[in-house]
T-cell receptor, first 115, second 113 residues
Framework: GAVVSQHPSRVICKSGTSVKIECRSL??????MFWYRQFPKQSLMLMAT?????????EQGVEKDKFLINHASLTLSTLTVTSAHPEDSSFYIC???????????FGSGTRLTVV | KQEVTQIPAALSVPEGENLVLNCSFT??????LQWFRQDPGKGLTSLLL?????REQTSGRLNASLDKSSGRSTLYIAASQPGDSATYLC????????????FGQGTILTVHP
């Protein structure tokens, strides 16, 4: 089946630093990947659509300069949280789909804590 | 804009009961619908995928039905077990080429031994 790998699973960083999260499709190519954010006891909120070879599409209210997305290959998308602040602490999850008729597969998520 | 509602928000039952989790969505122009399970602090595990042309899908003790025209899906869990305790999320996929998933708030299920 389709496998999506996400790293790191957990990261603690100091306020003001940047953190990069990787999302890889291991056994299929993904021209499109999605990045979500989840606050405690809340559902997933779509942040942006990552498009291979082109700019990401951000959802309303998501700061594109803070959450930089790069999708440089058909198997890798990265999310960089720039100048992180404590309010950026959250659970970040990526997803991808092998094909339209297939369902989406999610990564295992990244718990970001900014101190 | 697609909106998804899941009822009940939380459910606590003794082991062995058969369960019904409900999902409704406002835009019936979907390509398919997935049911996911999320354990605390973990990612999402896909349980069932129903294409828009299908009425139901089954996997083991799980059965999901879809009534696209009325914007409803139901997840049945037979003979519930403590290991079924998790948050269950339904997510219809938009009808475009790379249709987005829209999530409801989920149903938090607790199955007591």
């Amino acid at each position: 089946g389709a496998v999506v790998s996400q790293h790191p699973s957990r990261v603690i960083c100091k306020s003001g630093t940047s953190v990069k999260i990787e999302c890889r499709s291991l056994d299929f190519q993904a021209t499109t990947m999605f990045w979500y954010r989840q606050f405690p006891k809340q559902s997933l909120m779509l942040m942006a659509t990552s498009n291979e070879g082109s700019k990401a599409t951000y959802e309303q209210g998501v700061e594109k300069d803070k959450f930089l997305i790069n999708h440089a290959s058909l198997t890798l998308s990265t999310l960089t949280v720039t100048s992180a602040h404590p309010e950026d602490s959250s659970f970040y999850i990526c997803s991808a789909s092998r094909a339209r008729e297939n369902g989406y597969t999610f990564g295992s998520g990244t718990r970001l804590t900014v101190v | 804009k697609q909106e998804v509602t899941q009822i009940p928000a939380a459910l606590s039952v003794p082991e062995g009961e058969n369960l019904v989790l409900n999902c409704s969505f406002t835009d019936s122009a979907i390509y398919n619908l997935q049911w996911f399970r999320q354990d605390p602090g973990k990612g999402l595990t896909s349980l069932l995928l129903i294409q828009s042309s299908q009425r139901e899908q089954t996997s083991g003790r799980l059965n999901a039905s879809l009534d696209k025209s009325s914007g409803r899906s139901t997840l049945y869990i037979a003979a519930s077990q403590p290991g079924d305790s998790a948050t269950y999320l339904c997510a219809p996929r938009g009808g475009t080429s790379y249709g987005k998933l829209t999530f409801g708030q989920g149903t938090i299920l607790t199955v007591h031994p």
